[in-house]
């Protein structure tokens, strides 16, 4: 049975906050300074304007995904990362899009030569990564992500799945604190890429 990978996409696969905020000035006037938080505390409207509230927020990233995908760039080392670890791994892209946007995820990851399952999520992606860990047979998993409330909900509803937090975009990591329920944090996808093998050579749950 071979191991299994389970990947965020943005901020780990794909560079996304950058070009969002490029698109957010340019199309709708808004300064976009992410600190780590929420992407509503981040907005200031150059007009003085009110703060885009959070269903503003949500609006917006609606507005850029799936129209404004093209902007979006690969993260150094992801594409030869997975394709040293698919040598002995099975791979799913777990991305937090509408179903709606699936296909667009799909054709821009296989742009940059990435071509796995992909598979769209809202919300917490502790239960859909434990429905992938019982449908592949229960093999030695990890979990990529760049979110820490995404970790603990993997701790809760897949204990045995080893977590990396990855926060690959180098203006953002230095404020985004360790996630409190991931086993390791790592940055950069060539250790990254050590780490995870090490997980599967080692054939054991995560405690």
Do not use: Y
């Not at 150059?46 to 885009?52: L, M, S, V, Y």
């Not at 946007?101 to 990564?129: S, Y």
């Not at 093999?139 to 080893?162: C, I, K, M, N, Q």
């Amino acid at each position: 049975m071979k191991p299994l990978l389970i990947c965020d996409c943005d901020e780990v696969l794909l560079h996304m906050v950058k070009h969002f905020g490029t698109w957010l000035d340019e199309a709708h006037d808004i300064e976009f300074t992410p600190n780590g938080d929420d992407f509503s505390t981040s907005m200031r409207r150059r007009d003085g304007g009110t703060i885009p509230s959070r269903d503003e927020m949500w609006q917006l990233l609606g507005g850029f995904f799936p129209g404004e995908m093209h902007r979006q760039t690969l993260v150094p080392h992801a594409a030869e990362a997975l394709a040293r670890l698919a040598e002995t791994a099975e791979i799913v892209i777990l991305t937090n899009l509408t179903d709606e946007c699936r296909t667009a995820r799909i054709e821009q990851l296989a742009q940059f030569g990435i071509e796995h399952r992909v598979e769209c999520n809202q919300g917490g992606k502790g239960d859909p990564v434990s429905r992938l860990v019982a449908e592949h047979g229960s093999p030695v998993t990890v979990f990529v992500d760049d979110l820490a409330v995404h970790h603990e909900s993997v701790a809760r509803h897949a204990p045995g799945v080893h977590r990396l937090q990855m926060v690959s975009e180098p203006t953002l990591a230095p404020s985004v604190p360790a996630a409190p329920d991931a086993h390791a944090r790592i940055d950069d996808w060539r250790d990254a890429a050590d780490w995870i093998a090490a997980q599967f050579a080692a054939g054991t749950p995560a405690h």
